[in-house]
């Protein structure tokens, strides 16, 4: 069965009329602030895919270009250059944290870099490849902010994907489920208390003619029953029967066209 045949299963009285009224208000109210939700998330959907477009592209030249300072400093330095760059480093400089940012009352997960701390390289490639190595250090700090910001916008860009879906299904389903069904049993609903008021006025016709009828039989029937009393009365002073009488009566009330006045 479509959506434009179904209806709710309720009796119809002006109590559920306006029960189903009131829930028709809330769907369309309900149904607006869905809808205004996912153009909200979808226009932040669609400027994060910009910005992932951008890192993406920024991302190649960036990695290129850490990978050929990573080839210079091994090629200055030599290729024991990680056991020198190990030895000075105890913990990281460069962390990630992460936030949620709320967008629409969905919340997106968000990571950010920071520094923490200094980064103990002064004596690193002191004998040869200082300057290269610290050239490929700046390329991989450049990369991994980009790497934290592409994964930031790739899990927001995941989890706004998942939401508008969630928010069209809403409003997908309140606009051709649930405000059609409210409508036809509003319909449903007004038709039948129609044709209740209809039987009603139709029955009061029938009870009003019943009643006029009634009211004539018995006028005829006190009409009748006053007559053969003044038939009574006339046959009792005459002498005459009530047939006479009757006959008599009848002349006497018949008018006389030889008669002028």
Do not use: W
């Not at 669609?46 to 990573?70: H, N, P, W, Y």
């Not at 129609?194 to 009643?211: A, C, M, N, W």
């Not at 002073?237 to 009566?249: E, R, T």
């Amino acid at each position: 069965m479509s959506g434009q045949t179904q209806r709710l299963n309720v009796v119809p009285t002006v109590t559920v009329l306006g029960v189903v009224k009131a829930r028709l208000v809330g769907a369309t109210r309900g149904h607006a602030l869905l809808k205004k939700k996912s153009d909200a998330l979808t226009v932040q959907f669609r400027q994060i895919l910009k910005k992932i477009v951008s890192t993406k592209e920024s991302m190649g030249d960036t990695m290129k270009t850490s990978s050929f300072a990573l080839t210079e400093a091994k090629y200055v330095a030599g290729e024991n250059i990680k056991h020198v760059v190990r030895e000075n480093v105890s913990t990281a400089a460069l962390k990630v944290r992460s936030y949620t940012d709320n967008i629409a009352g969905v919340k997106l997960p968000k990571f950010e870099y920071f520094f923490d701390g200094e980064t103990k390289n002064d004596l690193t490639g002191l004998a040869r490849g200082g300057q290269q190595i610290q050239a490929c250090r700046a390329a991989y700090v450049k990369s991994i902010e980009l790497l934290v910001e592409l994964a930031s916008l790739q899990t927001s860009f995941l989890t706004l994907d998942t939401a508008i879906k969630t928010t069209n299904r809403r409003v997908n389903a309140l606009e051709n489920v649930v405000k059609p069904r409210l409508e036809n049993t509003i319909t449903y609903i007004k038709g039948e208390l129609d044709e209740l008021e209809r039987e009603d006025f139709f029955r009061l016709k029938k009870i009003q003619g019943f009643k006029k009828r009634e009211i004539e039989r018995q006028r005829l029937a006190a009409k009748e029953f006053a007559e053969n009393q003044i038939l009574e009365e006339v046959s009792l002073k005459k002498g005459i029967s009530i047939n006479s009488a009757h006959d008599l009566l009848s002349h006497a009330s018949q008018k006389d066209e030889d008669i002028i006045f």
